[in-house]
């Protein structure tokens, strides 16, 4: 019972080491890369439709630039976070579950940063064209910093965890977790999935909701895709080994 008490002990231990190096990381980059932030909004903003910026508050600039630190910071120490997170879990895992918890912390990443940079780069330019449209001739728009700093990283990130989803569903396909035909049996509802998440990131109208939409259903298709390639049947023969040794031994 003791050695079961002190496992348990050392293991919630691991655990708050592990939190403390990825906080403690987090916690070092967020405070250099303030410095860097301002540089880094007069950038992203430069790349958007948008040309007049205001600050209608005293604190606003300020903690748009906090949210935009926090949100790099993340960004960068990613591949820390997924080391210490691996680490942690993998010497509980069989050596095939490691396997594919190397498969994804790699390309995961990768696919990660391409989604988000692709949700920058083509997504938030077409919604704000969008959105400028609507004001029409003699309106002058107005942008705040904050909620368009909030509007650029809400619809950027998703984009990169959208993204990985072609790999996980391959991942679990391989490991005869998931059948190919589970994806044609729900496509109705990802559709209408796709429409709900459309409705909550991207602006109200019709337009942007299906700007939205289709490349997020798009995905599914793709995920829909790899798992048809990628799986494996369960193998029959582990199954049936037990049921012949109980034969012979009748």
């Keep these: 019972m003791n050695d079961k008490r002190m496992s348990v002990t050392e293991h919630l ?3 708050r080491n592990r939190l403390f190096v990825i906080l403690g990381a987090v916690a070092v980059v967020f405070l250099i890369g303030f410095f860097y932030t301002r540089p880094v909004m007069h950038w992203i903003i430069a790349h958007t439709p948008v040309h007049h910026v205001i600050v209608t508050g005293v ?3 300020f903690f748009a630039l906090i949210k935009l630190d926090l949100a790099m910071s993340l960004i960068l120490t990613s591949p820390l976070i997924l080391y210490e997170v691996a680490s942690f879990i993998l010497p509980g895992l069989t050596h095939i579950e490691r396997r594919v918890v190397g498969v994804i912390v790699g390309p995961g990443l990768v696919l990660f940063l391409i989604g988000a ?3 920058y780069l083509v997504f938030v330019p077409i919604v704000l064209h969008v959105m400028l ?3 029409g001739h003699g309106i002058e728009p107005l942008w705040r910093l904050g909620s368009l700093l909030s509007f650029i ?3 950027s990130l998703p984009f990169g965890v959208f993204a990985e989803l072609p790999l ?4 679990l396909s391989h490991l005869g977790m998931v059948h190919p ?3 044609a049996r729900y496509r109705r509802y990802a559709i209408l999935l796709s429409f709900f998440i459309a409705a909550i990131l991207a602006p109200p109208d019709a337009l942007s909701m299906t700007l939205m939409a289709l490349p997020i259903y798009l995905i599914y298709e793709v995920s829909a895709l790899v798992a048809r390639f990628t799986y494996k049947p369960p193998d029959v023969s582990e199954h049936a080994a037990p049921s012949d040794n109980s034969e012979g031994s009748v």
């Design 117 to 119: 940079a692709t949700g």
């Design 153 to 155: 990283i809400d619809l």
């Design 13 to 15: 231990a691991e655990l």
């Design 181 to 183: 035909a589970m994806f």
């Design 59 to 61: 604190t606003e600039a």
């Design 168 to 171: 996980v569903s391959g991942v």
């Design 133 to 135: 449209s609507f004001t």
